[in-house]
């Protein structure tokens, strides 16, 4: 093997270790961050928050290194597309890093209000959305076109349990028209599904860039753009 792909080989391991570090720090944030809020644990909520900003910093170095190895070696094909597409995912991962820091600052509104824990599809969701990061970032690491789709399948319970939590959650605030305090504490839950659900998304997008890495072709899922950060 030639010293410039052996250089290549080298940089590309790099930047793959660097994904599989942002991954396990985006599913430790959303660990946490459900945690923060069945427990009440205005600690870990404000630590998720404090994570965040390191988030971003993991992301500016991994874009800094592909754009580094594209302009030096020059890859083609099957390898440019990984890379390519490595920048996108590294965008989700820090986007799902977000979502999670936004459950966690309305763990630390709730405080001691316990209103989250009466809905326990919420930790369920968390636990499905876990599973397609998972399945998503492996799928890429692998080139696993088959496990991709098979991860998007699951985002129909995501969706299913959402709906089910936000339609319970819209009749409570009916009931409790006049109680201000409590009115305001189920629409900070709501939040915290919406962010579970964007999640999915982020693992949706991540898929898409598996199959483009392996087939070359972009099949558009109903992720969210990368650009969007609602």
Not at 11 to 39: E, G, K, N, P, T
Not at 69 to 85: K, N, T, Y
Not at 181 to 196: F, M
């Amino acid at each position: 093997m030639s010293t410039v792909r052996l250089t290549y080989s080298a940089d590309r391991a790099d930047i793959l270790d660097r994904l599989r570090l942002q991954h396990a720090r985006a599913d430790r944030s959303i660990v946490d961050s459900m945690q923060a809020l069945l427990r009440r644990d205005l600690v870990l909520a404000r630590r998720v928050c404090e994570a965040d900003e390191e988030a971003k910093q993991v992301r500016y170095a991994i874009e800094e290194a592909v754009t580094t190895i594209i302009a030096l070696q020059q890859p083609v094909a099957g390898d440019l597309r990984e890379l390519m597409s490595i920048v996108p995912i590294t965008l989700n991962l820090e986007r799902i890093s977000e979502h999670a820091e936004g459950i966690a600052r309305n763990a630390i509104f709730l405080e001691d209000n316990p209103v989250a824990a009466t809905e326990p599809d919420l930790w369920r969701m968390a636990d499905v959305v876990r599973e397609m990061l998972q399945s998503a970032t492996r799928s890429f690491l692998k080139r696993d076109q088959r496990l991709a789709r098979l991860t998007i399948d699951q985002d129909d319970e995501v969706d299913e349990l959402y709906s089910d939590i936000h339609e319970r959650l819209i009749r409570r605030l009916a009931a409790a028209e006049g109680n201000p305090e409590e009115s305001d504490a189920i629409t900070h839950v709501l939040w915290c599904s919406h962010n579970l659900e964007r999640i999915g998304d982020r693992a949706l997008n991540i898929c898409e860039r598996t199959i483009f890495q392996v087939t070359g072709r972009f099949e558009r899922q109903h992720g969210i753009d990368n650009g969007t950060d609602l």
